[in-house]
């Protein structure tokens, strides 16, 4: 059977030194895991030619496809605010890009795929559990409506890779708008070359914001709408508890998609200083610094665009302070209009946003699920009846009770049939979102004992996350205090 990509690769049409030209390194028995029917069809790929032998070993990297042109990308990043000159795609290979169904154009990489001039002391590999955790939570990501890179497939190389221990090897072929990052940009900023920067910068705004091109200036435009999609983007991973966990610049996407899914964990008990990553010391990353990081990593993009921004220094910083300006009133923005959303308001009244912060607040304070408090209200909308299921989520029920009073007079000043409320909430409050727990028990039952029923049952269910699925509650019950999951390790 033929596998087929239309490829058409544009960023192996740009100089060579934004990266270096290699193919994937085989694997010895490659096995496929899975592919992404529904994706792979929106790609205008055949899945079961994927999934065929020749499909497999094109995703194991032990086959290069026709017209593909393998490159690992140049980068470099902050790393927990230390500046490395350079990263680089270390154990990735970027195949090329294809365009879709819907007209838009993705990068299909290999990760996972063996060693590159950008590997440093690594070994190129990706161990079995990280590669299930990334193709899991982005396609949850994807599924709860959040802009994100995706899962096309997955596949055991057959290899062992050792992390303190001998692992199950695995590649994920991993789909994204585009691998240009903040971290991109500084690579080549840090090296003093202005023209690759202006490159990547018109790379950038053909390939994502082609609405700059015709603006005044291009690059502030450029700048700006990366502001926007950040804040954008920050604003709905608190909507849905999400903890990126590595807000490195390098793992910071100028598309806006989230990327690079490693000790990332949506939260279960809602606390804003909420840290799961094993190696954020500095709580750097906490669920609510998130926006201020972004804003931070920004800052750097910004810096590297300087030269573009203006013929002089003064008008240039002036110029990228104007737009940075911007993040903090986007974000509030669409951070407020989601938590509008969520209540089931629907118009805009002063105090709603103290009413938005006031639950999360009674939430910190008595230990409640963030996503199940926000799904059982939904069912209140249309029975007091419900009050129960919410109320028994916090520690001290009354906390719940003195909210839900104002919440309801607030309500009179929206008149919409409940059953429409009760609907339009659960379309933004999911009832399932992948739990830490049940996360590692599918992780658990695939390394340790070749069984990959969790993990597709749970892709199933993580399908439709916003659909009560009887039968199913146990994927959306908060983990009992045995089971939570404290702490989450580095994706490598
Ligand atoms: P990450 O933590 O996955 O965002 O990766 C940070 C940097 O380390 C990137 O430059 C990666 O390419 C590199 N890296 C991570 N794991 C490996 C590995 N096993 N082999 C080589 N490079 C790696
Ligand atoms: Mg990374």
């Given at each position: 059977m033929s596998v087929r990509f239309c490829f058409d690769n544009s960023y192996a049409r740009l100089p060579e030194r934004l990266y270096a030209r290699l193919d994937p390194t085989p694997v010895a028995a490659p096995q496929l895991i899975r592919v992404n029917v529904p994706l792979a069809e929106q790609l205008g790929l055949d899945p079961v030619a994927l999934a065929s032998p020749a499909g497999v070993d094109i995703l194991a990297?032990?086959?290069?496809?026709?017209?593909?042109?393998p490159i690992a990308l140049a980068y470099a990043g902050h790393q927990f605010?230390?500046?490395?000159?350079?990263?680089?795609d270390g154990r990735a290979i970027l195949l090329g890009e294809v365009v879709g169904r819907d007209g838009a154009r993705r990068d299909i990489q290999l990760k996972g795929s063996g060693r590159t001039p950008f590997s440093r002391g690594g070994d190129g590999r990706a161990a079995l559990g990280p590669v299930l955790r990334e193709y899991i939570v982005s396609e949850a990501m994807a599924a709860l409506g959040v802009p994100t890179t995706r899962a096309l497939a997955a596949v055991t190389t057959g290899q062992d890779v050792l992390r303190g221990m001998a692992l199950p090897g695995a590649v994920l072929t991993r789909v994204a708008a585009s691998h240009l990052r903040v971290g991109t940009f500084q690579y080549f900023a840090v090296r003093g070359d202005g023209e690759a920067v202006r490159l990547l910068a018109e790379?950038?705004?053909?390939?994502?914001?082609?609405?700059?091109?015709?603006?005044?200036?291009p690059v502030r435009a450029l700048l700006a709408a990366v502001v926007a999609r950040q804040a954008e983007l920050v604003a709905r991973w608190l909507h849905v508890g999400f903890i990126h966990g590595v807000m490195n610049t390098d793992n910071t996407a100028i598309s806006g998609e989230t990327i690079d899914f490693g000790p990332c964990a949506f939260m279960?008990?809602?606390?804003?200083?909420?840290v799961f990553s094993s190696i954020d010391q500095g709580d750097r990353y906490a669920y609510g610094n998130q926006p201020r990081i972004a804003h931070w990593n920004l800052v750097r993009l910004a810096e590297t665009l300087l030269p573009l921004l203006a013929e002089n220094d003064e008008t240039a910083v002036a110029v990228a302070q104007d737009v940075?300006?911007?993040?903090?009133?986007h974000f509030a923005a669409s951070y407020r209009a989601g938590m509008q959303r969520k209540l089931g308001l629907f118009t805009e009244r002063e105090g709603d946003a103290e009413l938005a912060q006031d639950l999360l607040a009674h939430m910190a304070e008595n230990g409640a699920d963030f996503s199940s408090t926000f799904r059982k209200l939904c069912d209140t909308a249309t029975t007091l009846d419900e009050d129960a299921s919410v109320r028994e989520l916090f520690a001290d029920?009354?906390?719940y009770d003195a909210w839900a009073g104002r919440w309801r007079h607030r309500l009179l000043d929206e008149p919409m049939d409940p059953q429409a409320r009760r609907a339009a909430m659960q379309a933004v409050n999911p009832a399932f979102i992948p739990r830490n727990h049940i996360v590692e028990a599918a992780l658990a039952a695939a390394t340790e004992r070749q069984d990959f029923a969790p993990f597709e049952e749970l892709i199933d269910v993580l399908s439709r996350p916003y659909e009560d699925q009887p039968g199913r509650e146990r994927f959306s019950t908060?983990?009992?205090?045995?089971?939570?999951?404290?702490?989450t390790f580095c994706g490598t």
């Open positions: 990297g032990n086959k290069v496809p026709e017209g593909a042109a605010g230390q500046f490395v000159p350079q990263l680089g790379h950038a705004i053909a390939r994502h914001y082609p609405e700059a091109a015709a603006a005044e200036h279960d008990e809602f606390n804003p200083a909420k940075l300006a911007g993040f903090a009133p029920p009354t906390a908060p983990p009992a205090p045995e089971e939570r999951v404290l702490q």
